[in-house]
């Protein structure tokens, strides 16, 4: 974990506000596809968790090879790696505002990020897509995934259905999902993508890294190495 903090740059100002959209939906719904067209428009960074796991899983250590197995068995990784990685990323990126595309996946991933992010999320964006299209995409994409096969398919359905139904409820009670329907072509869904963050309120939700509490601040520390998230400054 020595190096976990060394992309960051130091160019995050202090006390700078940060946004965090969460973007979530069955495998193959087209979450990536919306985050690059929201990325073009509307200027946020996309953190993608799987993206960034696969990243992981490609580095020559016991956890990457963990993190492999389980990914090709469609399972998922434990939360607090996920959102190790993406704190550190968010901290590396310099921006402000961040889609946060494939997490929380269940309530575990939810709690963790409460726990030591903390940054309510302006909404939660669903794309809702038939099972049927979903398979068929994903069949399709052909970006040589190692879990786009006919088995870990089937699996990731499996915990989407189980797992990622309590999240999506959790959000909607407290008034944040935002539904899009995603079984359309995909300019067609980003009409109504684009409406949700046309509207998006810039006032009152945003929080600082600096006005987490200490505790929290030194959780962020253990986890991302020497950064000093009172100043923003390694
Ligand atoms: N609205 C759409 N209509 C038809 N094809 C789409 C649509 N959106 C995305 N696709 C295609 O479907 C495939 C899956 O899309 P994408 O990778 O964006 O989904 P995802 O939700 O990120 O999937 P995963 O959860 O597996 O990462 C891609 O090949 C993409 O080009
Ligand atoms: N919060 C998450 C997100 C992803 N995973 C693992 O990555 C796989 C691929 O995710 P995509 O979003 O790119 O489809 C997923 O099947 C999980 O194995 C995770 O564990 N936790
Ligand atoms: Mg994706």
Known sequence: MADANKGYDGSMPPG???KIVFVIGGPGSGKG???SKIVNQFGFTHLSAGDLLRQEAKSNTEQGTMIKNLMHEG????SEIIVRLLLKAILASGNDKFLIDGFPRHEENRRAYEKIVNIDPEFVLLIDCSREEMERRILH?????DDDNVDTIRRRFEVFQESTLPVIQHYEKMG????VDGNRQPDMVFEDVKAIFAQMNT?????TIAQTNPFKRWFLHLC?????????RN
């Open 75 to 78: 399972k998922l990784v434990s």
């Open 16 to 18: 700078k506000k940060l």
């Open 141 to 145: 994409r052909n970006q040589g995934r």
């Open 33 to 35: 596809t919306q985050c």
């Open 224 to 232: 991302c190495g020497c950064f000093d998230v009172q100043d923003g």
């Open 203 to 207: 006032q009152g939700r945003n929080v």
């Open 176 to 179: 944040k999902l935002r539904r």
